[in-house]
């Protein structure tokens, strides 16, 4: 072996391996550290991935997600919109998966509702963010629920969605977004409680 072949071997071995600090944007990002740039929780973001409604948790999916702002009720707005929150066993169907029918069908109920929330807003949100929009069309026959602590019977309805808008892919919203479209891929301002509940402002 030579002495200039001598030097190259021992330069390779000492010498510290320079990398670029410039990220790959292909490459995968863990969870949790997706999660904390995203500002949720890592299972809610999790959830998100396991339905298929973020293929791809790589840069600019987390980018696009972490942009995303929130939607909140004006007080213009009347009526305000619905939010339903769906909470679907990823294991049994993913949401990226359903069709319109599918997706209205999961949130069906039935609800303790009005009749005048009959025509209103609709969000579907998972994790509180909006995958679809569309409008309540109707209502069913009241339905016993379950019975307070006086024994008074409290009823709910089914309801049955129309499904206008959707977004299967949450790190890809449209950018040119008109209407109720213009709220998919953001986050929904909702309080505590039902399946069903106003949005926020």
């Given at each position: ?74 007080t213009t707005d009347s009526p305000g919109h619905l939010v339903m ?85 949450l790190s890809s919203r449209p950018s040119k977004a008109v209407e ?22």
């Open positions: 072996m030579t002495l200039e072949m001598n030097i190259r071997v021992w330069n390779a071995l000492l010498m510290p391996t320079v990398r670029s600090t410039k990220p790959n944007p292909d490459e995968q990002i863990p969870v949790a550290l997706a999660a904390r740039i995203v500002g949720i929780d890592r299972s809610s973001l999790a959830h998100l991935v396991d339905h298929g409604l973020v293929p791809r948790l790589d840069l600019e999916a987390v980018r696009a997600l972490a942009a995303s702002s929130e939607v909140a009720a004006k929150r769906m909470d679907v066993d990823p294991g049994r169907q993913r949401i990226a998966d359903m069709s319109d029918d599918e997706l209205s069908r999961n949130v069906e109920g039935p609800h303790r509702l009005s009749g005048s929330a009959v025509r209103r807003g609709v969000l579907l949100c998972v994790r509180s963010f909006v995958i679809a929009t569309g409008h309540l069309e109707g209502l069913g026959d009241p339905l016993p629920l379950r019975t307070d602590r006086r024994g008074r019977e409290i009823t709910g309805r089914t309801i049955s969605v129309s499904i206008e808008h959707r977004l299967s892919d109720d479209a213009r709220w998919l891929g953001r986050r929904a301002r909702v309080g505590t409680g039902g399946a069903v509940l106003p949005l926020q402002s």
